[in-house]
């Protein structure tokens, strides 16, 4: 698969990053370190903010991937 930076806090959308994936969609490794690793939290510890930040990163990447 193609590694596509991009995701998070570069801008771009998940939807923006599903339109290059294959018929099936697979074929993308999508790269969303700065947005998961520096999350905006108010409550909870740091590993929290990462673990919700990686979860809705996943859940809006495969929400798009099904649309698209």
Do not use: C
Not at 9 to 26: E, L, Y
């Amino acid at each position: 698969g193609f590694l596509v930076p991009g995701y998070g806090a570069q801008g771009a959308t998940a939807t923006d990053v599903a339109s290059g994936r294959r018929p099936d969609g697979s074929g993308m490794n999508v790269n969303a370190s700065r947005s998961v690793i520096h999350p905006k939290y108010e409550e909870g510890t740091w590993r929290d903010a990462v673990a919700r930040a990686a979860r809705h990163a996943k859940e809006e990447l495969h929400a798009a991937v099904s649309l698209a």
